[in-house]
């Protein structure tokens, strides 16, 4: 049986990202670069910039003002978030795997990652600006091991077993676990560690499943409270809310903070 790290690792076998995706990346990481800059690449591809435009309108974020341009959407949110749905968009489609396996269609994946990234729009507070960054874009960026995820377990023939799994109490990363051998964010973390994303963001994104929490940082202390609170196999519910704030205050973060940002977001998105 072909093992996830395999597949992982032979992510140069996949469809290569992107010409604009690859300007992206090297904007984001270059610290003379500029907004203009940014918003010049992602204004040269159509599909992407009505993409944006349209997740930073969504009332999930919350905003008091219509955002008409890319650049005002990059000032208002940051490269960072903007870079993070970019790449998250093109991996989408890049990669384009049946999703079945999570009972979702393509367009609720992404509405899982914007809702992760609304998130943490939220709960910047406390950290220094370069943390904030990578929070926001590994926010974006977690839950695309599940795409390898899916494509194994539709070629493995798990689907059924991963189905049932699925109608229990265990967690999504327990799940995939018992299920694959894998999570989904070992698995996108050694997808970007292939693709020679920022170290930074890949570890962020292994670090918050790391089950004995004994790494967690932050960073992947939120993204952890974050992913358990929403994630491909619970959105919102009693228990992964509750679930999330008592991992937030075991992790000497601030539970009830957390708590009134996801009513914010629930609350928005439902409007």
Not at 68 to 92: K, L, P, R, Y
Not at 146 to 173: N, P, Q, R, V, W
């Amino acid at each position: 049986m072909e093992t996830l790290s395999t597949r992982a690792q032979h992510v140069s076998a996949l469809p290569p990202m992107p010409d604009s995706i690859i300007k992206i990346q090297k904007i984001s990481n270059d610290p003379m670069s500029s907004l203009r800059d940014l918003a010049l690449i992602i204004q040269q591809d159509p599909m992407l910039t009505a993409n944006i435009l349209k997740l930073v309108n969504s009332p999930i974020y919350a905003l008091k003002e219509h955002v008409n341009s890319v650049q005002q959407a990059i000032s208002m949110f940051g490269i960072s978030s903007i870079v993070g749905f970019a790449i998250a968009n093109a991996i989408e489609h890049t990669l384009a795997v049946d999703l079945s396996p999570y009972g979702i269609a393509p367009s609720k994946f992404l509405s899982v990652a914007q809702t992760q990234n609304a998130l943490a729009f939220h709960w910047i507070n406390g950290l220094d600006s370069q943390s904030a960054n990578i929070l926001l874009t590994s926010s974006f960026l977690m839950e695309m091991g599940s795409l390898l995820i899916s494509d194994y377990i539709i070629k493995e023939k798990l689907t059924a077993k991963f189905h049932a799994a699925l109608l229990g109490t265990d967690s999504l990363d327990t799940i995939e676990t018992n299920v694959c051998g894998f999570n989904h964010q070992s698995v996108g973390a050694t997808m970007f560690e292939t693709w020679d994303f920022d170290d930074r963001i890949v570890q962020a994104i292994r670090r918050c499943s790391d089950t004995s929490r004994s790494s967690l940082d932050a960073i992947s202390s939120r993204l952890a409270v974050i992913s358990t609170a929403v994630n491909l196999k619970d959105q919102f519910t009693e228990q992964s809310v509750a679930s999330a704030i008592e991992l937030a205050n075991t992790l000497g973060l601030d539970g009830e903070s957390f708590k009134e940002i996801v009513n914010l977001v629930n609350n928005s998105s439902r409007s």
